[in-house]
Every structure is written in C-alpha cells, then in structure tokens.
C-alpha cells in the first residue's frame, strides 16, 4: 500500500470541495496527462480498426464468406444504403421525445431487409453519457474519461458500438430523465441495433470477459437488476436500479419510454407523480418524481401491461452496489491468479481481439465461483452509486474516501484485465501506475518432486 495519510486527506479534499487549493502537487493531475495519452492511443487505436475493417463493397450483399464449418461471417456493409424509402425519408418521422412513432417493429424490418449485411439479431449498441458542462469536481472530468475508457474497452474486446451523449435533448428532462430522450434517438439512429444498453456514467465493467446472456432475454423487453420481492411484496424504491438497463429495439419500448418519461419533468402531471410515487415506496425520501421509481410503479402497479415484458435480473452482478462489491477484488485477483498457475492456456498471450475465447476456457474453471454476492466471480458491473464523482456532491451515508478509493481500486481492478494484453499491469489497485508482465504470468507452481 503506498497510500499515505497526506494523500488520504487530500483525495478526500478533492472529493469534498469543489475548488482545490494546490493543483500542482497533487499526483492525480500529473497521472492525469499520461492517462489521457493512453486513452487517445486506445481511441486512435479504435478509430484505426474501424477504418481498416470498412468492407470492401459487396456486389451480394447477402453473400456469407464460409470461413469454418460450424460458424458463417456476415460483414456489415458500411457502404450500402439502398434508393428505397425508409422510416428515415417521412417528414413525420421524429427523433424527439414528443414524436409519436408508430408501427415502428415493422419499420426497423423493412430497413433491416433493405440492408441484409446487419442480420446479426443480438447486436447491441452500448449508450452512456454526461452532462453538456465540466464536472464541478475538479477532477470530475477525468473520472468520467477514466470511466468511459473502461465502457470503449469492453465494446472494443466484444464488438459493441458504443455512443457517447453529452447533450441535454430535451430541455425539461434533466438529470436522471436526461437518458431516455438519448435511448429513443439512439433507437432512430440504429435501427440495426437489437439491444440498446444504457450504463451510466458511474457504473463500469469490473469482469471484462463477461458477456450478457441474451438468450435469457429472448422473451422480454426490458432487463434491469432487481428484486421482484422488493418491488411487489416491499414497495421499496430500490427494488431495482434504474442506472443500467438493457431495452429491445422495438415499439413496446417506445410505448414503455412514453409512459415511464409521463412521469418525468417535461410532464405536467410530473409534481402529481411525486405525491403518487411517494405515497406507494414509502422508502423514497425525496418527493420529485424520479425514473427509478417509476419504473418500480410500472412493475408493480401497472403490472398487467408491462411487467411480463421486463427480466428482473438478480443473478448476477449486471448492475452491482459498489460498497459490497470493492473489498473483494483482492481477494478475487489472487482467486484467479491460483486457477492461471495452473492452467498454461489461460497464461498464454494472445491478440486482444481474439480475447473472448479466453473467457470461454476460463469460465470452465469459474464453475464453483457463484454470482453475485459473496461470490469470487469477478462482478459484470460495479456502480458508484452515491459518490457521484462528476458533481463531488457524495450521499453522506458515505465518506470520500470510500467512494474515491473505491472508485479507484474499480478502475485499475477492470485496467488490469485490459492491460494484460498489452503487456503491463497496475500492481497496486491503490496505484495508477503499471508494471510490465514478464512471460508466462503469473509463474506457475513449481511441479512436486517425485
Ligand atoms: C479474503 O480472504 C481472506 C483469507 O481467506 C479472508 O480472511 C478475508 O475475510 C477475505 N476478505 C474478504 C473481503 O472476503
């Protein structure tokens, strides 16, 4: 640990006020620069890939290239947008909150049979975002690059589109309300997109070889963390979180945004909404209407109409409480450590691109981990619920430097795993520093003698 009491106080100083006293020492900022080249490297290196991989175009575009025996290769076609009238060519056609959009299942068909290279039924585009000002932490913009790097690295290593927002679409809809206006015209922009995953800026991908099970999700709509018990038998407010969720492409989404938005500022039934959320989740200690309640209501209230469409995934960590969640990755780094001293494949170095194999062999050895609480699976998302490390402006139940060392220790426990295939790694989750990996890492156990 190389954390010392002086740097304690002053992280905590930065966390706490949002003008800090003595920028040039602290170590943050001068790590701050060689952070922010790391990142533009990785983002050329994204941009890079894509502009190799724009495809040749394809005379069919429905030809396949058969490259094995079990799996055929669709390229999407970058280049090939057909004369033919789409959704995309009616004036009607909106991609504001307040445009009503119909038939929109049978639009997004005929856009997609107009474009056949996009076929691929579980493509998901990741959503995130902040807002349009700097952070009034100082160094509130810099966790927010930090924590979208952790979001381009994991649709980097498993082909997701990812798209940033930082605009505020609708002037009503603030803060929390300001997301769904950017999923509808996420919607519009990418009708080749099955799944659209909002994750927001506080939340970050702590198992990078995870990959959601989006077969379990064949007949539903809508995905968030929750507990059906909590919501129906409780009527408590954080009976599911509202930071992270999964939503189909499709018109029942839309109609569930427009119910689910009625509630939200722009509305004029919004301080009528307040009182009604209240007076059912007697745990909401705050009286405006928010989204996260209101999606608790469609639940439990306006159950008939919504909830056979909506998972409520408590199996694992698709969206986890950080404050149960940091203690582990110690505990999990050595877990993991003990399987790949004794499992050369997963020692091997490899290509980042092809990454995801990886993840399949260890998942062999991941067997008796479990998910989610109390178990040394590394948890899919950790969420800083509460530390809010734009603003500075913590929840009290906590102290800044649980949320900053959390926070902290989160971003290099993930970095690790990306950085691996670079070659380095952070030793120290409290150090932003990096080592470089000497081969075959870590060393495995010495064979017992005969
Ligand atoms: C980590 O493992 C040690 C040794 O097995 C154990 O004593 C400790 O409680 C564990 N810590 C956590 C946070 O689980």
Same mark, same amino acid.
């Given at each position: ?12 100083? +930065? ?29 050329? /290196? ?20 058969? &490259? =094995? ?6 390229? %999407? ?60 932490? %100082? ?25 940033? =927002? ?10 929390? !309300? ?21 994750? #927001? ?13 989006? &077969? ?18 409780? *009527? ?9 969720? /999964? ?32 007076? +059912? ?8 209407? #928010?989204? &996260? ?5 469609? +639940? ?5 109409? !919504?909830? #056979? ?12 409480? !950080? ?15 003990? +399987? ?8 091997? *170095? ?65 970095? =690790? ?11 120290? /989750? ?9 081969? #075959? ?10």
């Amino acid at each position: 640990m190389v954390t010392t009491e002086l740097s304690h106080s002053h992280y905590s100083s +930065i966390m706490a006020k949002p003008t800090l006293k003595n920028k040039s020492s602290s170590p943050w900022f001068s790590d701050g620069f060689l952070f922010l080249g790391g990142a533009l490297s990785a983002l050329l /290196l994204v941009w890079g890939f894509s502009t190799l991989t724009i495809p040749i175009p394809n005379e069919n575009p429905t030809l396949k290239s058969q &490259q =094995n025996n079990a799996v055929s290769y669709s390229t %999407p076609d970058l280049l090939f947008d057909p004369p033919d009238q789409t959704f995309y060519d009616d004036p009607e056609m909106g991609y504001n909150m307040d445009d009503n959009v119909r038939n929109w299942d049978e639009k997004r068909d005929e856009w997609l049979k107009l474009h056949p290279s996009f076929s691929d039924k579980e493509r998901v585009l990741m959503l995130t975002g902040s807002q349009p000002s700097p952070c009034k932490n %100082p160094i509130g913009d810099h966790m927010l690059l930090r924590f979208f790097k952790n979001k381009v690295d994991y649709c980097r290593i498993h082909g997701y589109d990812i798209f940033y =927002n930082n605009a505020l679409l609708h002037p009503k809809m603030f803060a929390y !309300w300001a997301k769904y206006p950017v999923v509808k015209a996420a919607m519009m922009a990418h009708p080749e997109a099955e799944w659209i995953w909002w994750v #927001d800026s506080d939340a970050l991908f702590t198992d990078m070889e995870f990959k959601l099970p989006l &077969q379990r999700y064949k007949n539903h709509n809508l995905v968030v963390h929750g507990w059906p018990h909590l919501i129906h038998e409780k *009527r408590s407010w954080t009976g599911l979180n509202a930071g992270v969720f /999964l939503i189909r492409n499709c018109q029942w989404s839309l109609d569930l945004m427009d119910a689910w938005a009625g509630m939200g500022p722009q509305s004029p039934e919004y301080e009528k909404w307040g009182k009604t959320l209240r007076s +059912i989740f007697k745990d909401k200690f705050f009286p405006e209407s #928010d989204d &996260q309640t209101g999606l608790a209501y469609l +639940i439990a209230i306006e159950k008939e109409k !919504w909830a #056979d469409r909506i998972y409520l995934e408590g199996e694992y960590y698709f969206e986890g409480y !950080w404050e149960e969640i940091v203690g582990t990755f110690e505990n999990i780094s050595r877990k993991y450590n003990e +399987i790949e001293k004794g499992v050369r494949r997963l020692r091997r *170095r490899h290509a980042e691109k092809v990454s995801e194999g990886y993840g399949v062999v260890r998942e062999e050895f991941l067997k008796e981990a479990g998910y989610g609480k109390g178990s040394w699976r590394k948890p899919f998302v950790t969420h800083f619920t509460g530390c809010q490390p734009c603003s500075g402006k913590y929840n009290e139940m906590y102290t800044a430097e649980a949320c900053w060392n959390g926070m902290r220790s989160a971003l290099n426990f993930a970095d =690790n795993q990306v950085m691996r295939r670079y070659g380095f790694v952070h030793p120290d /989750l409290e150090d932003n520093g990096v080592s470089s990996l000497p081969f #075959d890492y870590p060393k495995p156990k010495p064979k017992p003698k005969q």
